[in-house]
């Protein structure tokens, strides 16, 4: 028999999630609602991103199947409360993304990546006046829930679209050493919320200078994080590896494995 299509195999993943939501179905499945679900989402979104930055394909193809099945479940629920279908959520992305590239799918032309986000920003801004809808400030539509590294970046980044911004990296490099003195007076004569705020400045100003750089901040501190978390569990089993804990050794010891560590990365 020949093999399902893509499309095919979509529609048994509705049919499926259909199937446990419906009378007789999973007592699990047909007791969640949008709130429960919710946090999932992110939570496989997570998922994802760590199979990627493992290079783990085999566990990405799986991760992704894992964040597919969370679209589903809404518009499951969202069908069933008669709001709209799955159906409905494909038709509404593949017109998007037809009228936001007209310089595939029309006569228009776009040279250049930022040509192309120039064009697609307003684009969304000729939808909202067809659809009516009042005008957003332009920080209005970035979502407060991602996570705040990610905002920094979105916010900085749309600010810069508009002409507010620094002309170089060298001046980002300048704010950053005003900022660090800031820091260094508030340690001696301000509050804890004072100096909590300039520890904010500092982190907004290094997305800035990530931006320049053209790094994506998330990804660096990402990437930093994993490292720290390699080279760190290297000192522990080593310690282990010796009947020490952590907390039995000295920073002298812990340092010495840790350029170890690096020595081996």
Known sequence: ????????????????MARLRAPGGCPWDREQSFDTIKPYLLEETYEVMEAIDARDWPELAEELGDLMLQPVFFAQMASEEGHFGIADSLDAINEKLIRRHPHIFSDSKAETAGEVLKRWNEIKVEEKKAKKQEPKLLLESIPAAIPALVEAQQISSRAAGVGFDWQSAEQVLDKLDEE????AEARVSSTQEEIEGEVGDLFFVLVNLARFLKVD????LRKTNRKFRHRF???ERELAGQGKALRDSSVMEMEELWQEAKSKA
């Open 233 to 235: 569990g290297y000192v």
């Open 217 to 220: 901040a998330e990804q660096a």
């Open 180 to 183: 660090l003195k800031e820091l």
């Open 1 to 16: 028999m020949p093999s399902e299509s893509a499309g095919e195999k979509f529609e048994r993943l509705v049919a499926i």
